[in-house]
């Protein structure tokens, strides 16, 4: 089976602009969970999703949402960019399951200037 | 969900079983142990998790106490490309309730590195 690719899978730019990212999971799977990674605060968990449902929701601004399609493919947006939100963004997916392991995704590395 | 405790660092010499140990005395019943590892940059590798027994696959074995309070990840034997930042993860089932779906609540990890 194919992985969890992620598109794209480097970006770059400035504030206040918005940026979407895109995450394919593993064929079959119907979970999507989105994480953001910085060197000051590690990995974060910011939303998930299962059957186009968010289920799940971190600790972070409406700024960052995201959304699932009827095909599990998944999008998260993150409006009026800021510095701080330089990071990697991974995606994991799922079975979504009663004891789902979740695969993660290479990730998207976003800079804001 | 309960909070784990790893070493900061260890090394291990390449061909040598490297352990990694986690505490997590908090740990309630319906709680799994969950490892992953990461290199450098690219996302989490999912390695092996359990409940109480022991489990093993082609990359790990698992080893929990008794109590459940502790576990230890064993690398049987290491290679150069096993250096990684390895992360406990302690979580419920999904049917837990809504604060655990999708949720991995990473630490610090233990930052694992073997020497040729």
């Known amino acids: 089976k194919a992985g969890v690719t992620q598109t794209p899978r480097y970006l770059i730019k400035t504030r206040g602009q918005q940026v979407t990212l895109s995450c394919s999971p593993i064929?079959?799977?119907?979970?999507v969970s989105w994480y953001q990674q910085t060197p000051g605060q590690g990995l974060q968990f910011l939303f998930e999703?299962?059957?186009?449902?968010?289920?799940n929701k971190g600790n972070f601004p409406g700024r960052f949402s995201g959304r699932q399609f009827s095909n599990s493919r998944s999008e998260m947006n993150v409006s009026t960019l800021e510095l701080g939100d330089s990071a990697l963004y991974l995606c994991?997916?799922?079975?979504?399951?009663?004891?789902?392991?979740?695969?993660f995704g290479p990730g998207t590395r976003l800079t804001v200037l | 969900d309960a909070k784990t405790t790893q070493p900061p660092s260890m090394d291990c010499a390449e061909g040598r079983a490297a352990n990694l140990p986690c505490n997590h005395s908090?740990?309630?019943?319906?709680?799994?142990v969950y490892w992953y590892r990461q290199i450098h940059s690219q996302g989490p590798q999912y390695i092996i998790h359990?409940?109480?027994n022991n489990e093993t696959n082609e990359m790990a074995s698992l080893i929990i106490t008794e109590d459940r309070k502790s576990s230890t990840l064993i690398l049987p034997h290491a290679t150069l490309r096993d250096t990684a930042v390895y992360y406990c993860?302690?979580?419920?089932?999904?049917?837990?309730?809504?604060?655990?779906?999708?949720?991995?609540?990473f630490g610090q990890g233990t930052i694992l590195t073997v020497h040729p």
């Open positions: 993860i302690v979580r419920p089932a999904n049917n837990a309730g809504g604060t655990s779906y999708g949720k991995l609540t």
């Open positions: 999703y299962f059957s186009e449902t968010q289920r």
């Open positions: 064929s079959g799977h119907r979970s």
């Open positions: 994991a997916s799922s079975s979504g399951g009663y004891t789902d392991t979740q695969y």
């Open positions: 908090t740990i309630s019943g319906n709680e799994y």
């Open positions: 359990g409940l109480k």
